[in-house]
């Protein structure tokens, strides 16, 4: 085919470059074939059909053989970043380019700029559409006009140079493109067994089970001396906990039901997690700027990002499966100090209102009050009969008061959204400490916010903004605007890379990854994994 292919590209240069009657007779029949193509075939974007119309409808990629074979080798290596080969008919582009027919010839061309087209678009943003995941996702990613990738494929000298540019810039990428062929390389058919969920294993102990530990870790290339001791010792005590680090867990060496089920997923599994975020990186292939706000949910971490700098991090509490929180971008304008909590009608019916029936004292023990629905008018719960209201009938709107108990803390952070979620204090610290941290009904809990307020207003999580601690001292419901509104990114990666360049995993606590990795199928994807 080789071969084939080296004459097909001779043969074609010799004639579009000499000047003589055959010459003429074959090129007319080239363009006219590429015309006539295109003239019959709605279905390809308009933009390359400007793109020919330019060039007289003289090929492009037969009449530069270099930037074909380049092409071709790029289109073969698609698997790398994760993309279905398939999708880019590659195996129709190698038939087409061992044809030495016109008409052939003239497809063969269209192909592949219509490939190109489609490749750069899906390496630069991403080939499945998010929102069509799950309501709870609401990113839309940039997109480049076809004419914008074509201009460059003109002015371009090499289609390597400019696909690479056009790839995400972001480090991890790179990081999971290598992690990706680690996995591929590694025997699947010769995996360690699994460790039995039966007995919690820590130091000091001996069991037959840390046999199975030690072989565990050892393919997963943790480097420690294996001594085949089914005794519990320090250095594999130390092992444990950098695991535990490095997956999200509570580093304390005891190796229970959740660390067992990490050490037990499966490489088939980790390729599928590493496919699915290559995807999200590309949603994100844009300029943040140089000041964000980023909050990755499976990591349950927020930082704070000024001229590209990490100034504030924290960790955070997001959303039950059941009342997951959103993948959205927006803008943070404000914080409100000394909150008031206006309970979510969904909340007050579903949880409240059965608490309210039963104990007349529950919103006065909670500070809080009940409202006409619509109105400021109080209404005292000792004077109406609580029980004749259902979920579908309740009139009211329960506030909960400024306070040490207000459900959301002492402040909040507002980006206004059509998913009503924000970021806040709480007084319900103990749960920071839990390393799997999805309790609350959608909205962000933060861990460190008064150090996320210094940061947001005076740039420094460390310098008391005196603004912040006046309107937090005197109790009072009070708005503080930012100086200037900052982007908030609120993300799903369940596979990251830490502060020393490791790969972490995450659970994928939504089930999104089974969803875009569904998707990533239908588009075409089949690597074996």
Same mark, same amino acid.
């Given at each position: 085919? $080789?071969?084939?292919l080296?004459?097909?590209?001779?043969?074609? =240069?010799?004639?579009?470059?000499? =000047?003589?009657?055959?010459?003429?007779?074959?090129?007319?029949?080239?363009?006219s074939?590429?015309?006539?193509?295109?003239?019959?075939s709605?279905?390809?974007?308009?933009a390359? *059909?400007?793109?020919?119309?330019e060039?007289?409808y003289?090929?492009?990629?037969?009449? @530069?053989?270099?930037?074909?074979?380049?092409?071709t080798?790029?289109? @073969?290596?698609?698997?790398?970043h994760?993309?279905?080969?398939?999708?880019?008919?590659?195996?129709?582009?190698?038939?087409? @380019?061992?044809s030495?027919?016109?008409?052939?010839?003239?497809?063969?061309?269209?192909l592949?700029?219509?490939?190109?087209?489609?490749? +750069?678009? %899906?390496?630069?943003?991403?080939?499945?559409?998010?929102t069509?995941?799950?309501?709870?996702?609401?990113? #839309?990613?940039?997109?480049?006009?076809?004419?914008?990738?074509?201009? #460059?494929?003109?002015?371009?000298p090499?289609?390597?140079?400019?696909?690479?540019?056009?790839?995400?810039?972001?480090?991890?990428?790179?990081?999971?493109?290598?992690?990706l062929?680690?996995?591929?390389?590694?025997?699947?058919?010769n995996?360690? =067994?699994n460790?039995?969920?039966?007995?919690?294993?820590e130091?000091?102990?001996?069991?037959? *089970?840390?046999?199975?530990?030690?072989k565990?870790?050892?393919?997963? #290339?943790?480097?420690?001396?294996?001594?085949?001791s089914?005794?519990f010792?320090?250095?594999l005590?130390?092992?444990v906990?950098?695991?535990?680090?490095?997956?999200?867990?509570?580093?304390?060496?005891?190796?229970?039901r959740?660390?067992?089920?990490?050490? &037990?997923?499966?490489i088939?599994?980790?390729?599928?997690?590493?496919?699915?975020?290559?995807? !999200?990186?590309?949603?994100?292939?844009?300029?943040?700027?140089? %000041?964000?706000?980023?909050v990755?949910?499976?990591?349950?971490?927020?930082?704070?990002?000024?001229e590209? &700098?990490?100034?504030?991090?924290?960790n955070?509490?997001?959303?039950?499966?059941?009342?997951?929180?959103?993948?959205?971008?927006?803008?943070?304008?404000?914080?409100?100090? &000394?909150?008031?909590?206006h309970?979510p009608?969904?909340?007050?019916?579903?949880?409240?209102?059965?608490? /309210?029936?039963?104990?007349?004292?529950?919103?006065?023990?909670?500070?809080?009050?009940?409202?006409?629905?619509?109105?400021?008018?109080?209404?005292?719960?000792?004077?109406?009969?609580?029980?004749?209201?259902t979920?579908?009938?309740?009139?009211?709107?329960?506030?909960?008061?400024?306070?040490?108990i207000? +459900?959301?803390? $002492?402040?909040?952070?507002?980006?206004p959204?059509?998913?009503?979620?924000?970021?806040?204090?709480t007084?319900?610290?103990?749960l920071?400490? $839990?390393?799997?941290?999805?309790?609350s009904?959608g909205?962000? !809990?933060?861990?460190?916010?008064?150090?996320?307020?210094?940061?947001?207003?005076?740039?420094?999580?460390? /310098?008391?903004? =005196?603004?912040?601690?006046? +309107?937090?001292n005197?109790?009072?419901?009070t708005?503080?605007?930012?100086?200037?509104?900052?982007?908030?990114?609120?993300?799903?990666?369940?596979?990251?890379?830490?502060?020393?360049?490791?790969?972490n995993?995450?659970p994928?606590?939504?089930?999104?990854?089974?969803?875009?990795?569904?998707?990533? /199928?239908?588009?075409?994807?089949?690597?074996?994994?």
């Amino acid at each position: 085919m $080789k071969n084939c292919l080296f004459l097909t590209i001779v043969l074609l =240069s010799s004639f579009l470059l000499k =000047s003589s009657p055959s010459f003429s007779t074959q090129t007319q029949a080239l363009t006219s074939d590429i015309q006539h193509l295109l003239e019959v075939s709605p279905e390809i974007n308009p933009a390359t *059909n400007v793109f020919y119309q330019e060039r007289n409808y003289m090929p492009y990629w037969l009449d @530069k053989p270099d930037a074909l074979s380049e092409f071709t080798l790029i289109l @073969k290596s698609t698997p790398r970043h994760g993309l279905p080969i398939e999708r880019y008919e590659f195996d129709k582009i190698l038939k087409l @380019k061992s044809s030495d027919s016109s008409i052939d010839l003239a497809k063969l061309d269209l192909l592949l700029t219509e490939k190109f087209l489609l490749y +750069a678009k %899906d390496l630069s943003h991403g080939i499945v559409d998010p929102t069509s995941l799950t309501s709870s996702i609401n990113i #839309e990613p940039k997109t480049t006009e076809a004419e914008t990738f074509l201009s #460059e494929l003109n002015e371009s000298p090499r289609i390597k140079k400019f696909l690479e540019e056009t790839q995400p810039n972001d480090p991890d990428y790179i990081k999971l493109q290598l992690e990706l062929q680690r996995l591929l390389a590694k025997d699947k058919t010769n995996q360690v =067994s699994n460790i039995p969920i039966e007995t919690t294993l820590e130091l000091g102990m001996s069991h037959p *089970n840390i046999l199975s530990l030690r072989k565990k870790l050892k393919s997963l #290339e943790y480097s420690y001396t294996d001594n085949g001791s089914e005794t519990f010792d320090e250095e594999l005590h130390k092992t444990v906990m950098l695991f535990q680090e490095d997956s999200g867990l509570n580093a304390d060496g005891v190796v229970g039901r959740k660390t067992i089920q990490a050490l &037990n997923v499966p490489i088939e599994t980790r390729i599928v997690q590493v496919l699915v975020n290559l995807e !999200r990186i590309r949603w994100l292939n844009f300029d943040k700027g140089p %000041d964000y706000v980023i909050v990755n949910q499976p990591n349950y971490e927020a930082k704070l990002i000024k001229e590209n &700098n990490t100034i504030w991090e924290s960790n955070v509490v997001i959303g039950l499966p059941d009342f997951q929180t959103a993948e959205f971008f927006d803008q943070m304008t404000h914080i409100i100090v &000394n909150p008031t909590w206006h309970v979510p009608k969904s909340i007050a019916v579903d949880e409240y209102l059965p608490k /309210i029936q039963e104990d007349p004292e529950f919103l006065i023990n909670n500070e809080m009050n009940l409202y006409v629905r619509g109105t400021t008018k109080i209404i005292d719960p000792n004077l109406i009969d609580m029980s004749v209201f259902t979920v579908d009938n309740f009139p009211f709107e329960i506030k909960q008061n400024p306070g040490n108990i207000n +459900a959301l803390g $002492k402040v909040k952070f507002m980006f206004p959204n059509k998913f009503s979620i924000y970021m806040h204090d709480t007084p319900m610290k103990p749960l920071f400490s $839990k390393d799997l941290r999805a309790f609350s009904h959608g909205c962000v !809990r933060v861990e460190r916010p008064f150090k996320f307020a210094n940061a947001l207003l005076s740039n420094d999580e460390n /310098i008391e903004n =005196s603004q912040f601690y006046s +309107a937090l001292n005197n109790g009072e419901e009070t708005q503080l605007n930012l100086p200037q509104s900052i982007p908030v990114y609120l993300i799903y990666r369940t596979v990251i890379v830490d502060d020393f360049g490791t790969i972490n995993y995450r659970p994928d606590i939504y089930g999104r990854d089974a969803l875009l990795y569904m998707s990533l /199928i239908s588009s075409g994807l089949n690597i074996d994994v």
